[in-house]
């Protein structure tokens, strides 16, 4: 793909289908005097503005139309840029879009709009591949995160660690400048020190990038729990559905269920399990039973929370929600289910989260607070990197691994100038996230994947 900055384009940018209004969109040095060949006489602002024009269309037809105009750098692309909102007709749309190609445009390629802000310095990589996050998320968190990364959150974390690896490489080839006048610009303890915070930093935001590569997906919920402790009326309450199979009957679940639910704008998929159960007295159990438990355990040892269930009309399941899950290093809420068919207080029942009753109600509400609460502070691990491409991660693990080798060459004593070629690299890869270096090849991948328009 090849950009040419130079030109005039023009695009849609209004989403297709059915509209009272849409919006044509032109940046370029040209279009000020493109959008003045198609329209009744106006006068051309100096400064930015929006002017209601009268488009000139075929056979003496004209529209009605608002131009927003930017006739200097101040533009999201620091080029003269116009955007005419006018009526939703496509067919219209398509017409203006006609003439203005007859006047000094053309139609822009995929993405090209963000890509000259790129050029322009008014964004940087990870904040053009936030636009796409923008554009592409489904709910209000999705939206929140990739925000947050529009503003800066994941650039300006870098770009703090790359000055300060200049700075030591700036350091270290002045002492390769002047090695012969025994002059020490930083000492080998200060220089090890500096990396291995630059490297702990620089593993602890690739940690995050790694953790959230998921979250343009689902959360995963699991409900465990004994047989018969109520996983399936909880799953059906909460999804306000009956999705799972409720008996009482023991073992009803043997394959899990999932649903697709929201939760206070978080998307989630709930995962209905067949309850833990221990291998019978004779030591042989069943292929069916066998393989129920093993899908229990996967689905569980994916899960972003665990909703470890305790039936409390039965006291002899009182197992707590580690010891049901077995997976500790994941979240886990322990419900109290059946409440309606107990008679002790609430407040006597110790080592549950929430109690809950799925034939009275009881409790749902809390629960469904609880989650949202646990699954907040799920997202605030590395909040601001969520729209993250593979690109941005693989550059920094290339980073991390380079700091960590200059690291050891410096523990070791083989000679600056390899800390310094080391380093080189290591900015090399983090110039490649933030995009003072770049390629064709990396500029295709990032804006390849905007529609036209954008």
């Excluded at 930015?48 to 105009?69: F, H, K, M, P, T």
């Excluded at 749309?93 to 310095?121: K, P, W």
């Excluded at 799972?244 to 009803?252: H, N």
Aim: some cysteine; glycine content about 8%.
């Amino acid at each position: 793909m090849v950009y040419v900055d130079d030109d005039t384009i023009c695009a849609i940018a209004s989403a297709p289908g059915i509209a009272a209004r849409g919006i044509i969109r032109l940046s370029g040095p040209e279009s000020l005097s493109s959008l003045a060949a198609i329209c009744r006489p106006f006068e051309i602002p100096s400064q930015s503005c929006v002017v209601s024009i009268e488009i000139a269309l075929e056979g003496n037809r004209s529209i009605q139309a608002d131009a927003y105009i930017w006739p200097s750098t101040r533009s999201y692309t620091k080029q003269p840029s116009v955007e005419i909102h006018m009526n939703g007709s496509r067919p219209l749309l398509d017409d203006v879009l006609g003439r203005l190609c007859e006047h000094n445009a053309r139609i822009a390629q995929s993405g090209e709009f963000t890509m000259r802000a790129f050029l322009a310095g008014r964004i940087d990589l990870p904040q053009a591949e936030a636009v796409l996050g923008v554009i592409d998320a489904d709910n209000d968190k999705q939206l929140k995160n990739a925000l947050s990364q529009l503003a800066g959150g994941l650039s300006s974390t870098l770009n703090v660690l790359r000055d300060e690896l200049i700075h030591l490489l700036a350091h270290l080839e002045a002492g390769l400048d002047f090695v012969e006048e025994d002059i020490e610009f930083i000492s080998s303890d200060e220089l090890q020190n500096r990396l291995n915070g630059i490297a702990r930093q620089l593993s602890e935001t690739l940690g995050q990038m790694q953790s959230r590569t998921t979250q343009t997906e689902a959360y995963q919920i699991v409900l465990t729990g004994l047989p018969n402790a109520g996983k399936s009326s909880l799953m059906n309450a909460i999804a306000g559905d009956d999705i799972a199979i409720v008996s009482e009957e023991a073992g009803t679940t043997r394959d899990y269920i999932k649903k697709a639910v929201n939760i206070a704008g978080f998307p989630c998929e709930l995962v209905d399990t067949a309850g833990v159960e221990s291998i019978p007295a004779d030591g042989t159990p069943s292929v069916v039973r066998n393989s129920a438990q093993l899908h229990t355990a996967k689905q569980t040892s994916g899960a972003h929370l665990i909703l470890a269930c305790r039936d409390l009309s039965s006291m002899d399941s009182g197992l707590s929600a580690l010891d049901v899950s077995d997976t500790p290093c994941i979240p886990s809420i322990s419900v109290g289910t059946k409440s309606d068919l107990v008679t002790t207080p609430s407040e006597t029942i110790v080592g549950i989260d929430v109690i809950t009753s799925s034939v009275s109600g009881e409790g749902n509400e809390a629960l469904l607070a609880l989650v949202a609460e646990r699954l907040e502070e799920y997202s605030h691990q590395g909040e601001f990197l969520f729209s993250t491409s593979s690109r941005c991660r693989d550059c920094l693990a290339q980073a991390v691994e380079s700091i960590e080798q200059a690291l050891s060459v410096a523990q070791n004593n083989l000679g600056e100038e390899l800390v310094a070629a080391d380093l080189r690299l290591a900015l090399d890869q983090l110039g490649q996230i933030i995009g003072v270096v770049y390629t064709d090849d990396i500029l295709d991948q990032i804006f390849g994947q905007f529609c036209i328009g954008k």
